[in-house]
């Protein structure tokens, strides 16, 4: 709870904020925007994560002082001597990396300030709310309970980015006008305009990725009469491209961008098996779906990671769509395979078999 969080934060002097592992807008933008905060603030602060920032987030204002966990001993000197380890926009230790077993055993009074479901039970206090937009709302909140004069450029621009990105460019169901008088509140008190951080993090990209974009809009293909979509980025298109495997960020977004697509799939092949990214419209929720591949994630962007040969995974998936999501037209058994999808399978597989006996 927010009220009971606010003496915590006020009675306390050092500070070490985490966020999780492949750091996104929201992790970067909230961490940096809440650690200026409590340094402004007047307090001792230390930001360390398991993962570098993004190349898309480099440009931050404040970016630098976040450290990448080196298993230096003044890193692990500042967690121990902290009074309150805070961990931003996940909710389990796993997901921080190397630093997460060292942040649970930690001596620090743990708070949790997230936006996702079913948080691990080892935090002594939560600000967690489900409904929230982007954990950088909750550190609006924050701010905006205990001083919201402070919000200057870094701040500012950590806020607006978290909850920009986290709301696909304000488009997602959880944006409300309330949202929107926030991010105004943001962009008033730091003096920041919003154009160059779009810019900044959207346009940037390599020539490399968007021929991996190319390649990846071509495997587009189309199940249940035309409401799911899914497709694939494997390690042959990533090396035949010179493409890196950042540049597949935002590529689900096209595929989900298909009139008539209601959820959208990418499959991102792994040595062992498919990273999956799960999309879907405003009205439709994909959560439950990638939870029963053991992944998780939010209604409408969720995420799993599953094993097994990758052609497989994804039938295995896409089979699966119509026990999570409304399909129109049919019940569950009666969508088959489409030819078209058939034959397609038939030639992953095929491409399968001589990659190996090669
Ligand atoms: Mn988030």
């Known amino acids: 709870m927010l009220d009971d969080l606010l003496p915590l934060l006020r009675d306390h002097e050092r500070f070490f904020v985490t966020t999780h ?141 978290a909850i920009m990105t986290d709301t696909g460019s304000f488009r997602y169901s959880s944006v409300t006008p309330r949202i929107h008088r926030i991010i105004a509140d943001i962009l008033e008190r730091g003096g920041i305009e919003a154009a160059p951080i779009h810019e900044r993090i959207f346009d940037r990209k390599s020539m490399q990725g968007l021929r991996l974009l190319g390649r990846m809009l071509n495997r587009i293909r189309l199940r249940f009469d035309g409401q799911v979509a899914y497709s694939v980025v494997t390690q042959r298109m990533v090396r035949d491209t010179n493409a890196s495997w950042d540049d597949k960020e935002g590529f689900v977004n096209y595929v989900l961008s298909i009139e008539g697509v209601k959820a959208a799939l990418l499959f991102s092949e792994t040595n062992d098996g498919s990273k999956i990214s799960f999309r879907s419209e405003a009205d439709v929720a994909v959560d439950e779906w990638a939870r029963h591949f053991d992944g998780g994630g939010h209604r409408n962007a969720s995420g799993a990671y599953v094993k097994g040969i990758f052609e497989e995974v994804i039938e295995r998936v896409v089979d699966a769509a119509p026990q999570f999501i409304d399909l129109e037209g049919a019940g569950p058994n009666e969508y088959r395979l489409s030819e078209e999808d058939a034959s397609y399978l038939q030639t992953l597989l095929k491409l399968k078999e001589d990659q190996s006996s090669s």
């Open 21 to 161: 592992l492949g750091p996104d807008g929201d992790a970067i933008g909230s961490q940096v925007a809440l650690g200026h905060f409590l340094k402004q603030w007047g307090k001792e602060v230390t930001m360390v994560n398991a993962d570098d920032l993004p190349y898309n987030l480099e440009w931050m204002p404040g970016g630098d002082d976040i450290e990448v966990f080196e298993g230096a001993l003044e890193q692990r000197r500042a967690l121990a001597e902290a009074d309150v380890a805070i961990v931003l926009d996940t909710n389990g230790a796993e997901r921080l990396g190397k630093l997460g077993p060292m942040v649970q055993k930690s001596e620090a009074v743990k708070v949790l300030i997230d936006h996702h479901r079913e948080p691990e039970p080892w935090f002594d206090h939560y600000f967690v709310r489900e409904s929230a937009a982007a954990a950088g709302e909750l550190v609006y909140e924050i701010i905006d309970a205990l001083d919201p004069s402070l919000i200057d450029t870094s701040i500012a621009t950590g806020l607006y980015t």
